[in-house]
């Protein structure tokens, strides 16, 4: 069965520079969310999008922003990055619409800010 | 605030045995709840979950126990099998309009054969 698919799979920036992480979720799945995970922590929420539009917003920095597209796909745009936002970044998709609350998650895109 | 917690960093279970994971949560909105296995570099893989109406699920080696009064929620693997060594993350959700998983602090769970 298909799962989430996130790209890239490794990220290295350098302080100050743009990032963005691409998440295409399970083939109609409605709903994606966006969470970070650091060294050693557990994963923390930062933004979700229901049919487009979004749907929740968590711990996300005022640099970070997101979107969901017409065919579902998510990005999270990250600016002026800093280190502590060296991470694990995961996308999950469900399908909300139906009343399945499960969340699939993507392999995650590690992100390195040196 | 860690409002979700597993307070078993990690576990060692002999092959064969059952594992039992513990997670105790303080927000009483939670209503449905999920667990996940983790490998390094990879992203969480669904395991089982149980809404707040029932006190049990079951699904092969997997079962999930609820205990709502005392905010309390066990994961049990039996037979363990090597396979199963990963990081076992417990999450919940208070679904009526707000969907996003909190997660509990993880246990690393290591079968030993």
């Known amino acids: 069965a298909a799962g989430v698919i996130q790209s890239p799979r490794h990220l290295i920036k350098e302080k100050r520079e743009t990032a963005t992480l691409k998440c295409y979720p399970i083939?109609?799945?409605?709903?994606v969310y966006w969470y970070q995970q650091g060294p050693g922590q557990d994963p923390q929420f930062l933004i979700s999008?229901?049919?487009?539009?979004?749907?929740d917003k968590g711990s996300i920095p005022d640099r970070f922003s997101a979107q969901q597209f017409s065919d579902y796909h998510s990005e999270l745009n990250m600016s002026s990055l800093e280190l502590g936002d060296s991470a694990l970044y995961f996308c999950?998709?469900?399908?909300?619409?139906?009343?399945?609350?499960?969340?699939?998650f993507g392999p995650g895109t590690r992100l390195l800010v040196l | 605030d860690q409002q979700v917690k597993q307070n078993s960093p990690s576990l060692s279970v002999q092959e064969g045995r059952i594992s039992i994971l513990n997670c105790d949560y303080t927000?009483?909105?939670?209503?449905?709840f999920l667990w996940y296995k983790k490998y390094p570099a990879e992203g969480p893989t669904f395991l089982i979950s149980?809404?707040?109406?029932?006190d049990k699920n079951e699904d092969g080696r997997f079962t999930v126990f609820l205990n709502k009064s005392a905010k309390h929620l066990s994961l049990h693997i039996v037979p363990s099998q090597p396979g199963d060594s990963a990081v076992y993350f417990c999450?919940?959700?208070?679904?009526?309009?707000?969907?996003?998983?909190?997660f509990g602090t993880g246990t690393r769970l290591t079968i030993i054969p």
């Open positions: 999008f229901y049919e487009k539009m979004q749907s």
């Open positions: 999450a919940a959700s208070a679904r009526i309009g707000n969907e996003k998983l909190t």
């Open positions: 083939p109609r799945h409605d709903t």
């Open positions: 149980i809404s707040s109406i029932k």
């Open positions: 927000n009483s909105m939670f209503d449905y």
């Open positions: 999950a998709s469900s399908l909300l619409s139906s009343g399945q609350e499960t969340q699939y």
